[in-house]
């Protein structure tokens, strides 16, 4: 048989896993895999930073499910992936990080004499759920399937392969390395028991008041359909974590907004609470204030990750499963349950309360007549220039908390944001990467001025590339953000500002269409002229920094506790 080389077969590995595309950088060490990509149908992205590479890994995976590979060369281009790879190891993302090595003979160790020599693999073990170098040409193959094992493992997260010069330019006979695929050495995601399904449907059905909070594991297991099932079917509110906004859409009828006075409610009376795909996290603001005394409440938790139970609030039940398996063996066994009359009551008042607040809290933003752009008045404006069926990623600060309440309820798997480890710059690159893993559908970047700065470059990957994304940069010059805490306790702010950024002119420079807007009633236009331009747009839009500072009093209290712990109760 004839022989291939090292890089031939670590191409056919990587397709037999299924990956479509590599996000990185050429170099001398990494050529045999590069020269076989094409052959095995994976496409090479050049990328302009290797941790964007890692992002557009994320916004694919987010939009399709698909995993990706990243390339790191040897000494900075291994590091340059490590901020990609820690936000996707907190954001439970699949990656497999390749990092290039150079011959054997001057690494692990590497003396002061190598030329970008590092031990690579104690850099990447804190920031990697596994990984392994490849010291022999015929463990290829096992290697990666060591790998992904790994990966899929529990909770999804990124893996590292280190892979030395010399064992991709070696030669060797196929049929001493097989390629596997997946069915043939790993299982699926763990599956519930029919008794823990069994208790937890009698839980709910025994339940007065039910609520069922779903976080983004239940949007990345495409189990919302399931999830508005066992709400429907209870009658009873259906709220999302700040991170799983796409798991139930706002304009559903058992949804209740969960950052608001309703929200609250709704937990606090709660007598059985399901939470699917969450950790209750800290930007859940998980405290007793918010969630009620968890005293004679029971918790039922689906997750995938066992290190996710009990975390934040006391557990009654735990299911480590799929979400979607659990919720379907849950809803199928309601539908044969006699769930006597239900009337919904509750529900209707916790929605009646939620629109209260929300018109109370929308009146000064509906009152606001500039001068200026208010960012609100700016999301409604995009959301409805592109409307719900767009893949949105949303980037930055302020920009962010806006962008959650303005944008319109999207489709499953079409909402993408970083509220883990609250990475800045991931918008860009991630809608980069969603547009790639779903090419007919719209892809709109909303980003802060702070944050776009991070990535802007990767529009010139998206104009090389020909990838047709619209990035809206809210640009009012400065930190904004970061200035409450600042102006509250300091009476002043330090380096928060940016200064004025033509941000349509940079776009320009790098290939893209740009518009630069200045009055709401100019936005539209803008914003149609961009999406209907064929290739990457970017819009400037100068939005006003005081509107911009004015989160609503409700939730801007909220994000305080995230930082410094729950309130203390004011005295008397």
Same mark, same amino acid.
């Given at each position: 048989?004839?022989?291939?080389?090292?890089?031939?077969?670590?191409?056919?590995?990587?397709?037999?896993?299924?990956?479509?595309?590599?996000?990185?950088?050429?170099?001398?060490?990494?050529?045999?895999? @590069? +020269?076989?990509?094409?052959? &095995?149908?994976? /496409?090479?992205? $050049? *990328?302009?930073? =290797?941790?964007?590479?890692?992002?557009?890994?994320?916004?694919?995976?987010?939009?399709?499910?698909?995993?990706?590979?990243?390339?790191?060369?040897?000494?900075?281009?291994?590091?340059?992936?490590?901020?990609?790879?820690?936000?996707?190891?907190?954001?439970?993302?699949?990656?497999?990080?390749?990092?290039?090595?150079?011959?054997?003979?001057?690494?692990?160790?590497?003396?002061?004499?190598?030329?970008?020599?590092?031990?690579?693999?104690?850099?990447?073990?804190?920031?990697?759920?596994?990984?392994?170098?490849?010291?022999?040409?015929?463990?290829?193959?096992?290697?990666?399937? @060591? +790998?992904?094992?790994?990966? &899929?493992?529990? /909770?999804?997260? $990124? *893996?590292?392969? =280190?892979?030395?010069?010399?064992?991709?330019?070696?030669?060797?006979?196929?049929?001493?390395?097989?390629?596997?695929?997946?069915?043939?050495?790993?299982?699926?995601?763990?599956?519930?028991?029919?008794?823990?399904?069994?208790?937890?449907?009698?839980?709910?059905?025994?339940?007065?008041?039910?609520?069922?909070?779903?976080?983004?594991?239940?949007?990345?297991?495409?189990?919302?359909?399931?999830?508005?099932?066992?709400?429907?079917?209870?009658?009873?509110?259906?709220?999302?974590?700040?991170?799983?906004?796409?798991?139930?859409?706002?304009?559903?009828?058992?949804?209740?907004?969960?950052?608001?006075?309703?929200?609250?409610?709704? /937990?606090?009376?709660?007598?059985?609470?399901?939470?699917?795909?969450?950790?209750?996290?800290?930007?859940?603001?998980?405290?007793?204030?918010?969630?009620?005394?968890?005293?004679?409440?029971?918790?039922?938790?689906?997750?995938?990750?066992?290190?996710?139970?009990?975390?934040?609030?006391?557990?009654?039940?735990?299911?480590?499963?799929?979400?979607?398996?659990?919720?379907?063996?849950?809803?199928?066994?309601?539908?044969?349950?006699?769930?006597?009359?239900?009337?919904?009551?509750?529900?209707?008042?916790?929605?009646?309360?939620?629109?209260?607040?929300?018109?109370?809290?929308?009146?000064?933003?509906?009152?606001?007549?500039?001068?200026?752009?208010?960012?609100?008045?700016?999301?409604?404006?995009?959301?409805?220039?592109?409307?719900?069926?767009?893949?949105?990623?949303?980037?930055?600060?302020?920009?962010?908390?806006?962008?959650?309440?303005?944008?319109?309820?999207?489709?499953?798997?079409?909402?993408?944001?970083?509220?883990?480890?609250?990475?800045?710059?991931?918008?860009?690159?991630?809608?980069?990467?969603?547009?790639?893993?779903?090419?007919?559908?719209?892809?709109?970047?909303?980003?802060?001025?702070?944050?776009?700065?991070?990535?802007?470059?990767?529009?010139?990957?998206?104009?090389?590339?020909?990838?047709?994304?619209?990035?809206?940069?809210?640009?009012?010059?400065?930190?904004?953000?970061?200035?409450?805490?600042?102006?509250?306790?300091?009476?002043?702010?330090?380096?928060?500002?940016?200064?004025?950024?033509?941000?349509?002119?940079?776009?320009?420079?790098?290939?893209?269409?740009?518009?630069?807007?200045?009055?709401?009633?100019?936005?539209?236009?803008?914003?149609?002229?961009?999406?209907?331009?064929?290739?990457?747009?970017?819009?400037?839009?100068?939005?006003?920094?005081?509107?911009?500072?004015?989160?609503?009093?409700?939730?801007?209290?909220?994000?305080?506790?995230?930082?410094?712990?729950?309130?203390?109760?004011?005295?008397?």
């Amino acid at each position: 048989m004839t022989e291939i080389t090292g890089g031939e077969l670590f191409a056919r590995a990587l397709q037999a896993e299924g990956i479509e595309f590599l996000f990185g950088l050429p170099s001398p060490e990494i050529d045999p895999l @590069l +020269a076989q990509l094409q052959a &095995h149908g994976i /496409r090479m992205v $050049p *990328v302009r930073h =290797e941790a964007a590479g890692v992002h557009m890994a994320e916004g694919l995976y987010k939009t399709t499910g698909k995993v990706a590979a990243v390339l790191g060369n040897p000494g900075p281009g291994s590091a340059n992936l490590l901020p990609g790879v820690v936000t996707a190891l907190h954001e439970g993302i699949p990656v497999l990080a390749i990092t290039s090595q150079h011959r054997l003979g001057i690494v692990y160790p590497s003396p002061p004499s190598t030329f970008q020599g590092q031990d690579q693999l104690d850099l990447f073990r804190p920031a990697v759920k596994w990984g392994g170098p490849i010291f022999e040409w015929a463990r290829i193959p096992e290697v990666l399937r @060591l +790998a992904f094992r790994e990966m &899929h493992s529990g /909770r999804p997260g $990124p *893996v590292h392969v =280190e892979l030395p010069a010399p064992i991709l330019y070696e030669t060797g006979d196929p049929s001493t390395a097989p390629v596997w695929p997946p069915a043939a050495y790993r299982l699926g995601p763990p599956q519930p028991s029919d008794r823990q399904l069994d208790d937890a449907a009698a839980l709910l059905a025994a339940a007065e008041r039910p609520v069922v909070f779903a976080g983004s594991g239940a949007d990345r297991a495409d189990a919302r359909a399931a999830v508005l099932e066992v709400a429907e079917l209870l009658r009873c509110p259906a709220v999302s974590s700040m991170a799983g906004r796409a798991s139930v859409p706002a304009d559903h009828p058992n949804y209740v907004f969960g950052f608001g006075p309703a929200g609250d409610l709704a /937990r606090r009376e709660a007598d059985v609470l399901l939470v699917v795909g969450s950790r209750m996290g800290n930007l859940d603001v998980p405290y007793d204030t918010y969630w009620g005394d968890p005293e004679g409440k029971r918790l039922i938790q689906i997750d995938i990750d066992p290190r996710h139970f009990g975390v934040t609030r006391p557990l009654h039940l735990g299911i480590l499963a799929d979400a979607r398996a659990a919720l379907e063996g849950i809803a199928a066994r309601l539908r044969a349950t006699d769930l006597g009359t239900r009337d919904g009551a509750d529900l209707a008042r916790y929605r009646q309360l939620d629109e209260q607040v929300r018109t109370q809290m929308a009146a000064p933003i509906l009152q606001w007549q500039g001068p200026g752009i208010h960012p609100a008045h700016a999301l409604g404006a995009i959301g409805a220039a592109f409307g719900p069926d767009a893949v949105y990623a949303t980037d930055g600060g302020n920009t962010s908390l806006w962008a959650y309440n303005m944008l319109p309820p999207t489709r499953p798997r079409s909402y993408h944001s970083i509220l883990e480890l609250g990475m800045l710059g991931t918008g860009i690159p991630s809608a980069i990467g969603a547009k790639l893993g779903a090419p007919d559908r719209e892809v709109v970047c909303v980003t802060g001025d702070g944050a776009a700065g991070f990535n802007i470059m990767e529009l010139q990957t998206a104009a090389r590339e020909g990838i047709d994304i619209t990035v809206i940069v809210c640009a009012e010059g400065s930190w904004t953000m970061e200035e409450l805490n600042e102006l509250q306790l300091y009476g002043t702010t330090f380096g928060t500002s940016q200064g004025e950024i033509r941000w349509d002119v940079v776009a320009q420079g790098l290939g893209c269409h740009g518009e630069y807007v200045e009055r709401i009633e100019d936005l539209d236009a803008a914003l149609r002229r961009s999406r209907d331009h064929v290739g990457p747009s970017l819009v400037c839009l100068r939005t006003d920094h005081d509107a911009n500072l004015a989160i609503p009093a409700e939730m801007l209290g909220r994000f305080f506790e995230v930082y410094s712990g729950p309130a203390k109760p004011a005295t008397v």
